[in-house]
T-cell receptor, first 115, second 113 residues
Framework: DGGITQSPKYLFRKEGQNVTLSCEQN?????MYWYRQDPGQGLRLIYY???????QKGDIAEGYSVSREKKESFPLTVTSAQKNPTAFYLC??????????????FGQGTRLTVV | GESVGLHLPTLSVQEGDNSIINCAYS??????FIWYKQESGKGPQFIID?????DKRQGQRVTVLLNKTVKHLSLQIAATQPGDSAVYFC????????????FGKGTTLSVSS
């Protein structure tokens, strides 16, 4: 089945540790995105990548890092510099359409808790 | 049916009523808009989209209306069902390289039977 897979679904991290969230897609999409969602809030953009080996900061990139070495993979690292990392993290992908933008397809999310 | 003014965080309706969820978008240059539905603990699911060259678009039981003059978007759900209970987000984007969807705050729809 085509889609976006995020793993793990739940992740616990000790303060001061870095942790990497996985996002893989087999939709052959060029663009991939990471969003953060806090309880009762909307989605805020962390990083996005329009093409392999290129990515841009979103609105809340501080304390996060990404890589885009392969088209199908866009891992997100939450570093110890992120002051409040406990949140629900969502990965998405899309085709940047020639005639305009297209919908983004989302994974099922990773819930990160710092203990 | 029940409608709301510009964004309210929650909307409660009876099964069978029509629901209207509103959204004010931020960028007058935005030309593409999407409504997503998010169930608890899951990722958002696409409902319907509309481009700025249209005022209205209909899907199955859903209609999206776009008013560019006041930068307002609405989602109408006909004959609301308990399975429609979720958080609904509007998202906007504009056709420029290197951009991403920008999401609104979301409205929680509760449907009682």
């Amino acid at each position: 089945d085509g889609g976006i897979t995020q793993s793990p679904k739940y992740l616990f991290r000790k303060e001061g540790q870095n942790v990497t969230l996985s996002c893989e897609q087999n939709l052959n999409h060029d663009a991939m995105y990471w969003y953060r969602q806090d309880p009762g809030q909307g989605l805020r953009l962390i990083y996005y990548s329009q093409i392999v080996n290129d990515f841009q900061k979103g609105d809340i990139a501080e304390g996060y890092s990404v890589s885009r070495e392969k088209k199908e993979s866009f891992p997100l690292t939450v570093t110890s510099a992120q002051k409040n990392p406990t949140a629900f993290y969502l990965c998405a992908s899309s085709i940047p359409g020639a005639g305009g933008n297209t919908e983004a397809f989302f994974g099922q999310g990773t819930r990160l808790t710092v203990v | 049916g029940e409608s709301v003014g510009l964004h309210l965080p929650t909307l409660s309706v009876q099964e069978g009523d029509n629901s209207i969820i509103n959204c004010a978008y931020s960028n007058s240059a935005s030309d593409y808009f999407i409504w997503y539905k998010q169930e608890s603990g899951k990722g958002p699911q696409f409902i319907i989209d509309i481009r700025s060259n249209m005022d209205k678009r209909q899907g199955q039981r859903v209609t999206v209306l776009l008013n560019k003059t006041v930068k307002h978007l609405s989602l109408q759900i006909a004959a609301t069902q308990p399975g429609d209970s979720a958080v609904y987000f509007c998202a906007e984007n504009y056709n420029q390289a290197g951009t991403a969807l920008i999401f609104g705050k979301g409205t929680t729809l509760s449907v009682s039977s």
